[in-house]
């Protein structure tokens, strides 16, 4: 499996293809995949586009505009009361219109506390569903993404954007949002109300403006870039915490323990450093603005106070144009007290959206006509041909050269040959999980890449060497690539592939609910069951890569009973390391370095005196050493 540079789920394929990173955790170049610098590309795109997800909830968005709308005003109108109560009552001493004033007061406040609750209340309706439909895209788009993408990520680092940063976004949509437009309103009305009390005024509470907006220029300069890294380090540790549970089992087996939490303090370290920075960047934008706040009150107080003994304005007029330049200085001030959570959010954006722009394996390759093809393919008689097929991995190193081979309907195809040699990348092509750099892949004479991938790979039944399960039962798990399956189909399936015994001995039968990947099962277990899997989905081309290696040479025997039976009338390529398995095969290819050597049947090979003899008696030999 050397030649396959990701982990694939065995079983019939039901829809596009699931798969795993090549180097799973920190250390397997998990992150080639990120953007290269902190800051975002197009800032404005991502507003953009959150803004189209927010604007499918026209209805409630509309609703917390008018409840914003409406507190505001009460905001705005609660200051010029009181100056209108220091003038006309405080100061004349008329305590009854004091009073009467006060329970409007009262009143008002009261108004808008019910109005901001509101407010909030609608809009965690508004933001949960927009990021709900944000998350189920995300996910979607993975489902599509081609397996190169993955081998590029790891599970840690899909996983930290599907919900460390969609959470970023939601806090960001649930309280960033509201205060967006309660400032906006705020900060019109504040100046509205100050240029109709004093103009001089007015234009002394805008000095202070212009170095607001340096100092937030300076400070998000910085802190995008900052909270972009911390982001990345929280990917690379939730990587590294997801390998390592994994192979806890080998972590243990080699006693690395210890080296596994050296491991791990250094990548949290790193998650530290990154992440006290971006806190104490974003920390900055509070106290300076509260302190650009302050100055800028006490000069108006000053200049209000001297206005007022000099008889140019009144009182009152100072008190309310005070409590209105606090206001207009207020929603800045809390902006930037918010500014943590903003950049959290627009990075967050960033990442999720990143994903979202990748190309999606339906989608046409560069230069190259691979994308899904819109025939169907309907009947299959099963003649698979290869024709002068090359493919790399990598831009600078070939892994097929040339191949060519043709598979009448219902022949058996063993593919063999040393680790790496590119026996598995040929059903990775076959399956279009990669597609083909030059040549022609045809299925009945029609070229695979002009086929729809979900319609050719509902005809490809596949036991992958590794046994996938998931957390569900285990009638579920056989019924995964057959959804209409019945219960008796589930069964029989699982009898032909000798695992109905074993799942009847287990306490709740084929109801048995597995943990992840089948932990509660053995290896050769869980391979019985993806056979079975493979079995009801009763594909026209059968694909078993290693599918026997996990099993001991009894249940072996068991599966190939069942599998000639399966393989009957099917179009069938075998992968085997154990040569002893495929010496029925109508066809035997040898595969090494990417190029076919050898071809024929099990005797034919063997009168060549080739490379397959080689391997054959090589292993002959050891099986005999083993059993002395």
Known sequence: MADQPNRHISGAPAGPPMGGPMGGGPMGGGHRGMLATGRAKDTKAILRRLWVYMGRQRG???????????????????????????????????YDGLLRLCLYLLLLYASGSVLSWLQAYLMVGVSQRTVWEL???????????PLRFFDTKTHGEL?????????????????SVTQIITSFLTL???????????????????????????VTRAIAKHTRASFQANQKQLGELNGFIEETVSGQKVVQAYVREERASADFEAISERLRQAGTRSQILSGLMGPVMNVIGNLSFAIIAGVGGWMALKGHVTLGVVVSFLQYSRQFSRPVNELANQFNMIQSGLAGAERVFEIMNAPTEYEPASG?????????????????????VTFRYKPDSPTLRGVSLTASPGETIALVGPTGAGKTTIINLLTRFYEIESGEITIDGADIRLLDKDSLRRRLGIVLQDAYLFADTIRENLRYGRLDA???????????????????????????????????????????LTIARAILADPAILILDEATSSVDTRTEMHIQEAMRSLMKGRTSFVIAHRLSTIREADQILVINGGSVLERGTHEELLEQHGFYHNLYHSQFRSGLSDAG
């Open 188 to 214: 019109v009305g504040s100046l509205a109300m100050m240029l109709a009390l004093d103009g001089w005024l007015t234009l002394l509470s805008c000095v202070t403006i212009p170095l607001i907006l340096l």
């Open 486 to 528: 019945t219960d008796a189909e589930i069964e029989e399936a699982a009898t032909l592939a000798n695992a109905h015994l074993f799942i009847e001995k287990l306490p709740d039968g084929y109801e048995t609910r597995l943990t992840a990947e089948g932990g509660n099962l053995s290896q050769g277990q869980r391979q019985l």
């Open 135 to 145: 998350r189920n895209d995300l996910f979607a788009r993975l489902q599509q993404l």
């Open 159 to 175: 996983m930290s954007r599907t919900t460390n940063d969609i959470d970023n976004i939601s806090n960001t949509l649930n309280q």
């Open 368 to 388: 190259r006509p691979a994308g899904n093809g819109e025939r169907e393919l309907a009947a299959v008689k099963g003649e698979v041909v290869f024709r002068d």
């Open 60 to 94: 409630g968005l509309l609703t917390v505009i008018v409840m914003t709308a409406l507190a505001a005003v009460v905001t705005l109108v609660s200051p010029l009361l009181l100056g209108r109560a220091i003038d006309h009552y405080v100061l004349p001493g008329d």
